[in-house]
């Protein structure tokens, strides 16, 4: 159980994990109820010993061992694709009635999936899906106070044709755990994780965090206003400079506090990730201030108006964006503690912030934080913290203080993937119609179908299938690329060939799935190498079903 670093500031460990079921089972066989998987696994070594360090997970994989189908099974095998959804309750208060087994009420939407199994198992092998954003439904990237409870996943199966789960037809069964089961195949994650460090108010001042009142961002030589926009900066791969304003709203402090003294105060933006494609040799890291605006403005301010009204004579701190820094967390930029204090206290006028990247002439990928307006789950809006002179002289009861949640440090290897949630891909219907075939025996004649048939097609318009760069345990780069594309099955309808009735065999889609841009075979799972961190099943699966 020993620790010890991979990369800088990256772990591994392999923890032994606990007995429970000896089976990972889902689906539905004749004869018997629904049946779905939970299990639990153990993070409490990512949760930070001291308050001012914070653990991102960056990536994590989750290996199964799947099991081959007996022979006599294998003829009743429907396509079908395992996919995780987390547990919104304990295994003591799962409901197991008619429709409530995998219903939102026990469980979580789909946070990850395997590769479809399309043919019954016939030998032994691992499979192994992405588990991120699972583990991000836990530990949150932002801040690990704004994770759910972790209870556990559960391994459901979905029939790729889209039949009801209730359809009858051969389980899915994987590896669990029991005295007998070889260590290579019990369920297994694997994480790869930094450590880094909050900023903190020093000794003798307390913290509390205001949030913005308005925000927008201005591009130069563009006339329009861009409000309800995520939040950037820098010449982006187009060649338009932008410059983000930030105005916060400090009552909550002016109306509990006669004078505030002021020691540090931070910026928090929720960091998105890097927009666009990597369409740019080698995107550098971007150094970003935050300068005191100097008139007032709204958001329908643009570029000419606003852009050079800041006080370049204030104290500034450079914040960088690095280039593997982890998307979904808090980005901090230090800003001026005495301007800040003189706003509180009335002294100067609030016209808040203009955020300036350093360099506004080079093309880059640039950085996207969320706004103000911004509604998404797990989007957390921009905020500054104040650390303020504790036991300072208050007109009525002090604000409750809160803590920092996680800052940045220097990352030395990981993707550039923003965490945030998106739809998967998906199969979109088309109004049924007839269509045409040509006749398989001649292949010249054209064949009409008999009745209207409804046709589907992959959309991935919220993008859930794209391309990565990222750098392996090694350092080195690189690239994959998976496309929303189509599961097949065939289907037979009745054509008219010119007068003559025939059933004819066509493909048509059943479902769409991410897959490997250049790899057709989306049915096998790569091998998984466990080269950065386990973690342990806690109490083993634990099989539930409904009849």
């Known amino acids: 159980n020993a620790e010890w670093p991979l990369r800088k500031q990256w772990y591994q460990r ?36 001291k308050s001012n360090e914070a653990v991102w997970v960056y990536e994590s994989k989750i290996k199964l061992r799947l099991k081959e189908v007996p022979v006599g099974e294998r003829p009743n095998w429907k396509s079908q694709t395992t996919v995780m959804r987390p547990l919104k309750v304990s295994t003591d208060d799962i409901a197991t009635g008619n429709g409530q087994l995998t219903s939102d009420q026990n469980i979580f939407d789909v946070e990850g999936s395997f590769n479809p199994i399309n043919k019954a198992p016939t030998y ?9 954003d699972t583990i991000h439904t836990w530990l949150n990237p932002y801040s690990i106070n704004a994770g759910k409870e972790n209870f556990g996943v559960a391994i459901v199966n979905e029939y790729n044709n889209g039949d009801p789960e209730r359809s009858n037809a051969v389980n899915v069964r994987y590896y669990g755990y029991d005295n007998e089961t070889t260590p290579d195949y019990i369920p297994m994650i694997d994480v790869c ?29 563009n006339d329009n206003s861009f409000n309800n926009v995520s939040l950037t900066v820098a010449m982006d791969t187009n060649g338009d400079v932008s410059r983000s304003l930030i105005v916060f709203d400090f009552s909550q402090l002016t109306d509990n506090f006669k004078n505030v003294d002021v020691g540090d105060s931070y910026i928090h933006l929720n960091y998105l990730g890097l927009s666009g494609d990597n369409t740019v040799a080698s995107n550098p890291d971007i150094v970003i201030r935050a300068y005191p605006v100097l008139k007032e403005w709204d958001e ?21 964006v690095e280039v593997s820094r982890l998307g979904g967390t808090d980005f901090a930029i230090k800003v001026d503690a005495g301007t800040v204090e003189s706003w509180v206290n009335g002294d100067t006028e609030n016209y808040g912030f203009i955020l300036i990247a350093e360099d506004e002439n080079s093309k880059v990928r640039t950085p996207l934080f969320v706004d103000d307006d ?108 998976t496309c929303c594309l189509p599961i097949l099955e065939k289907k037979t309808h009745t054509f008219d060939c010119w007068g003559t009735k025939k059933p004819i065999e066509i493909d048509m889609i059943a479902s769409c799935q991410c897959q490997e841009c250049q790899n057709p075979d989306y049915e096998e799972s790569e091998a998984m190498v466990m080269t950065k961190r386990a973690a342990r099943l806690m109490d083993g699966p634990e099989l539930l079903s409904r009849v």
């Open 14 to 49: 392999r923890v032994a994990i606990t007995a429970g079921n000896d089976e990972v089972v889902a689906g539905k066989a004749s004869g018997s109820g629904l049946k779905i998987t939970v299990l639990k696994f153990d993070l409490s070594d990512l949760i930070p010993a």
């Open 124 to 132: 032994d092998k691992d499979v192994v899906a992405d588990f991120t």
């Open 193 to 221: 994780y930094k450590i880094v460090e909050n900023p903190q108010c020093e000794e003798g001042f307390e913290e509390v965090r205001v949030p913005a009142k308005q925000s927008t961002v201005i591009v130069k030589d």
């Open 300 to 320: 329908t301010v643009t570029w000419d108006e606003i852009a050079e009204d800041y006080d370049d004579n204030s104290v500034v701190h450079p914040a960088t």
């Open 374 to 481: 911004d509604e998404e789950p797990d989007h957390h809006k921009p905020v500054i913290s104040v650390c303020h002179a504790a036991g300072g002289s208050s007109t009525t009861t002090p604000v409750t203080t809160t803590p920092l949640p996680t800052g940045s440090s220097t990352f030395t290897t990981a993707t550039t993937k923003p965490i945030f949630k998106t739809p998967r891909c998906k199969h979109i219907e088309e109004d049924p119609k007839k269509i045409t075939v040509p006749d398989p025996s001649d292949n010249t004649t054209i064949c009409v179908s008999d009745n209207p048939i409804v046709l589907k097609y992959c959309d991935d318009s919220a993008g859930a299938c794209k391309k990565e760069q990222r750098r392996d345990a090694r350092g080195l780069i690189t690239t994959s690329c």
